[in-house]
């Protein structure tokens, strides 16, 4: 069911967010910043050699899974690096996913939340997702504004249905290009940032319900997507679904309950521990939770741990290849890294080498180099693009044998999946905040 709300003080919220600074004014006295942004560099490069391989460029490597969050979001990291490749192309390849979805007319069996990294990534590497359209026939197809039709005047309703995650991606996403809010809008910002707070737990984190305790993603994810509403003075008057209680809170108050949740959950390395485990993915998302919010990641004491910082905490993840593991929890021992991890240490790294080089925050997309539709139409389709562009070089006999090598596969994971069953049940709890991650994707 569609919801209207009032829009009070919306006209001044915006021009606030627009004039605020980027970042809180906190001292970084006594850091190297030239030490550190060569340490970050450092670790960045390696993730891109890992996931590049033998590929000319890291867009390359991830072009013929454009659509996917497994390539989505390096794509993504990738733009907001200056990481060379063929942006269009793989833009023209995102447009073609958006174009033939909604074409079906379909809505079924896709989260709101990948329009949302979709909307993200063609934005980092500058398309415009208010104007998707190709050249079809000689004709253009009809644009679509993925920015109204996912958000403004969603087509699944209530952007929360994913839970809180879907208020977070959807706010983050509006305010990436700072996107004009219409006058008719069905879901307006302040609706997305009531419907965070409306889901902050009692002790002050957040969760996918009610019945799980603070998420340490979670908690940092809606704290990234509040912080630039940090020095914003409204008080929001809230009808908290998960205590079945009503208070005013301004958005300051929620991240001062909000950031020494997560900070208990770091452990003595410098790590976060996401259910007892300590994982890269929650040592991730804390740092650009506090990148976000002006804070030194190398110097902020409330995240510094018999003197290891979350920086610390996240090297202990990474492998001599350059790859990120998930956990040194995991059962096996993990030897090779982990996609997930992966892109979220990498675009970790980028949200704090962005706070000391004075740029834009991570999800602030307003600097990212826009590309001409000249430039997206010329670009050569990628094979998701749904045309048979780079058939030719696929012939009959590599896709028999490609089809011959997966029911092998096939049949080695049921294997794998029957072996591993009960170890599997029994490590749930501690995957929980992997899962609310697979939700949000």
């Known amino acids: 069911m569609k919801r209207i709300f009032k829009r009070t003080g919306l006209f001044l919220i915006t021009v606030a967010v627009l004039l605020s600074p980027r970042f809180t004014d906190i001292?970084?006295?006594?850091?190297?910043?030239?030490?550190?942004?060569?340490?970050i560099s450092a670790i960045q490069d390696g993730i891109t050699g890992w996931k590049q391989g033998k590929a000319d460029t890291l867009l390359d490597a991830v072009a013929d899974a454009a659509g996917d969050a497994s390539s989505d979001w390096y794509a993504f990291t990738a733009g907001r690096t200056g990481t060379d490749g063929d942006r269009a192309a793989y833009v023209r390849a995102l447009y073609r996913r958006v174009i033939d979805y909604y074409a079906s007319g379909d809505v079924n069996g896709i989260y709101p939340s990948e329009l949302y990294r979709t909307a993200l990534t063609v934005s980092?590497?500058?398309?415009?997702?208010?104007?998707?359209?190709?050249?079809?026939?000689?004709?253009?197809?009809?644009p679509i504004d993925l920015i109204h039709r996912s958000i403004w005047h969603s087509s699944f309703g209530d952007p929360g249905m994913q839970g809180v995650n879907g208020y977070i991606w959807a706010l983050l996403t509006v305010d990436s290009q700072g996107f004009a809010e219409p006058a008719?809008?069905?879901?307006?910002?302040?609706?997305?940032?009531?419907?965070?707070?409306?889901r902050q737990k009692d002790d002050g984190g957040f969760a996918l319900d009610k019945t799980l305790q603070s998420d340490p993603d979670l908690t940092s994810m809606a704290l990234t997507a509040l912080a630039p509403y940090g020095s914003v003075r409204t008080s929001y008057r809230i009808d908290n679904v998960f205590t079945d209680t009503s208070y005013d809170i301004t958005i300051k108050d929620a991240a001062d309950k909000a950031f020494p949740v997560i900070a208990a959950m770091q452990a003595d390395d410098g790590a976060m521990l996401t259910y007892g485990s300590e994982t890269s993915e929650s040592t991730s998302w804390a740092m650009i939770s506090l990148a976000s919010w002006g804070r030194d990641v190398f110097t902020d004491t409330e995240f510094t741990k018999n003197g290891r910082t979350l920086f610390d905490g996240l090297k202990t993840f990474v492998l001599d290849d350059g790859g990120i593991i998930h956990s040194p929890d995991s059962t096996p021992v993990e030897t090779e890294g982990n996609n997930m991890a992966g892109y979220q240490a990498f675009y970790a790294l980028e949200a704090v080498r962005r706070y000391y080089s004075g740029e834009n925050r991570l999800f602030d997309l307003t600097d990212a180099k826009s590309l001409t539709q000249e430039d997206i139409l010329s670009a050569e389709p990628l094979r998701t693009d749904g045309d048979d562009a780079r058939d030719a070089e696929y012939p009959v006999y590599k896709i028999a044998i490609v089809a011959a090598a997966a029911v092998i596969v096939i049949v080695i994971l049921l294997a794998v999946v029957l072996l591993h069953e009960n170890k599997n049940r029994s490590d749930e709890a501690g995957e929980a905040g992997n899962d609310a991650d697979d939700d949000w994707q």
């Open 124 to 142: 980092a590497l500058g398309g415009d997702p208010e104007k998707i359209t190709l050249e079809e026939n000689g004709a253009f197809s009809a």
């Open 27 to 39: 001292s970084r006295a006594g850091t190297d910043e030239g030490a550190v942004l060569s340490e």
């Open 184 to 198: 008719d809008a069905e879901w307006t910002r302040e609706d997305l940032i009531k419907g965070i707070l409306a």
